[in-house]
């Protein structure tokens, strides 16, 4: 007899429906999974035999071939057993086809026949509805993940006995009750489940904050250059603090990325933007995703929230050289053989660096730092043109005066996150149906339809331009910089005073002459 059943495998973060086909025939016994199956999958065999049996059902004694359609897709992960299973007891006779019809059929066996939670229940669940498929029968653990996605039906199922109840007409069990509210997408380890930091733990670095107001603001990239100890780890990592709260459709895509990455515990949408702080050390494809099956990478778990770059300058050129694409694209392509996978990656960069080896170049004591020319040159080296061009603020972090720092704060998180969600409505607002979500996602057509520079500011950008100071792409950088200090003033149109503030912010000397 021969039964069939979906199920779903995971191409980069996107569902691939695949129809699993049991086909028992007499002969010698022989259990066989073809398909293009990695190892996780080909030693199911053994864990739907033991499962089979420990739920009491007879496994057939004969010849047993599953196959996994399409045959040129990977499959990859344990997710594949509980339909094996199903297709299986199917074409024995034990469930019924028109049940096994009805449902998509995902999740991981134990020996006994019991269920375990798999990667990727929220992809699966999206896909289940995309093919019109009536529910999505799942382990217990992630059924409230599932349900996230609405209009399925989501059966929540803790052993095979139960899903041959539910296959072949029982009810479908209530949803398990909510847990605690969780932090997915805070960021990762226990990072996530902290206290987050306040801007008014920071004292005597108003420009800095600004820039951090304006990356909130538009999504832009930034870059901290200083010497060690002048907080622009401290400042990065309160720039969380000041982003808007996730929208449902943002949730759901951090929740399914971080799913499919095994980072998602709890069961309910991600609460918080990503914040990920790799080591220097990390290679270039852990940066940007890879590997023999491309998984994503830190680029794609900071989808829609801040990539933190410590100690710039130490990471690996080919790692730093990677992030040209999804910095300009917001998307990271990985090709494998003859397969593409493409990531999503709209993040907004945080980077600080030392301006030398010792980290004194440019402090206001010349003589705290005791670095050659060579050894400065070499280290400026590290960080190249192109990749620096790409990156919408550089500002410098210098040390605070001694008075500053036990005074009062200069302002908190709370006050700058209220004119950050202002400026990011009236961004959504304009550039509604556009596929843009802030400034930061704008492209040149974008920029020629919503940035209306007056005279005065054309004027500036020109003579900054003819200066030398811009290449094309930072004068278009440049203007979405420009166009967010206007939305944080409220204003419609681009005044000179906006596009001077986006200057100075490019570059670490004064723009001020330009506007004589």
Not at 110 to 139: D, H, K, Y
Not at 242 to 247: E, K, Q, S, T, Y
Not at 418 to 430: L, P, S
Request: with cysteine.
């Amino acid at each position: 007899m021969l039964a069939c059943v979906s199920t779903f495998a995971i191409d980069g973060i996107e569902p691939r429906r695949v129809l699993v086909e049991a086909d028992i025939r007499s002969g010698l016994p022989h259990f066989c999974i073809v398909g293009l199956a990695d190892r996780a999958v080909r030693e199911a065999r053994e864990r739907v035999r033991a499962a089979i049996l420990n739920s009491a059902f007879a496994f057939p004694p004969r010849r047993i071939t599953v196959n996994l359609a399409p045959a040129h897709l990977r499959k990859v992960g344990p997710g594949f057993d509980l339909a094996i299973a199903a297709a299986v007891l199917g074409a024995a006779g034990d469930l019924p086809a028109d049940g096994l019809a009805r449902w998509a059929i995902f999740g991981e066996l134990s020996l006994s026949g019991e269920l375990r939670g798999c990667r990727g229940a929220l992809a699966v669940a999206e896909g289940t509805r995309r093919q019109g498929l009536n529910g999505l029968v799942l382990p217990r653990s992630r059924a409230r993940e599932a349900a996230l996605v609405e209009g399925l039906t989501v059966a929540g199922v803790e052993s095979l006995r139960e899903v041959a109840e539910l296959v072949a007409g029982a009810d479908a069990p209530a949803l398990p009750p909510p847990g605690p509210p969780g932090s997915a997408g805070a960021g990762s380890g226990a990072e996530g489940r902290m206290e987050e930091p306040d801007l008014a733990d920071v004292r005597g670095q108003g420009g800095p904050i600004e820039a951090l107001e304006v990356a909130a603001a538009g999504g832009h990239s930034l870059l901290m250059e200083g010497a060690p100890g002048t907080g622009k780890t401290m400042l990065a990592r309160r720039l969380p603090s000041i982003l808007p709260p996730l929208a449902r459709p943002e949730a759901v895509e951090v929740t399914r990325i971080h799913s499919v990455a095994g980072l998602h515990r709890d069961s309910g949408l991600a609460a918080r933007r990503p914040f990920r702080a790799p080591h220097h050390t990390i290679s270039a494809s852990g940066l940007v995703g890879g590997g023999a099956v491309p998984t994503p990478g830190e680029v794609t778990l900071a989808h829609r929230g801040v990539l933190f770059l410590d100690e710039l300058s130490e990471f690996s050129r080919r790692a730093l050289e990677a992030l040209r694409q999804p910095l300009e694209d917001g998307r990271v392509g990985v090709v494998r053989g003859q397969h593409a996978v493409v990531f999503p990656s709209r993040f907004s960069l945080v980077a600080a660096t030392n301006p030398c080896p010792c980290g004194y170049a440019g402090a206001q004591d010349a003589s705290l730092c005791r670095c050659t020319e060579t050894e400065r040159e070499r280290h400026r080296r590290r960080l190249s043109g192109p990749l620096l061009d790409r990156l919408d603020l550089l500002v410098a972090v210098q040390r605070p005066p001694a008075e500053v720092l036990g005074g009062p704060p200069a302002t908190s998180s709370a006050s700058v996150r209220e004119r950050v969600v202002a400026a990011r409505e009236r961004q959504a607002r304009r550039l509604a149906g556009t596929g843009a979500r802030c400034n930061g996602d704008m492209g040149s057509a974008l920029i020629r339809l919503h940035v209306r520079l007056a005279p005065d500011a054309e004027r500036l950008l020109a003579e900054a331009y003819r200066r030398s100071r811009l290449s094309p792409r930072g004068r278009h950088r440049a203007l979405r910089v420009a166009r967010t200090a206007a939305d944080l003033e409220g204003s419609d149109g681009v005044e000179s005073r906006h596009v001077l503030k986006a200057l100075n912010m490019r570059q670490h000397e004064p723009a001020a002459e330009l506007a004589a």
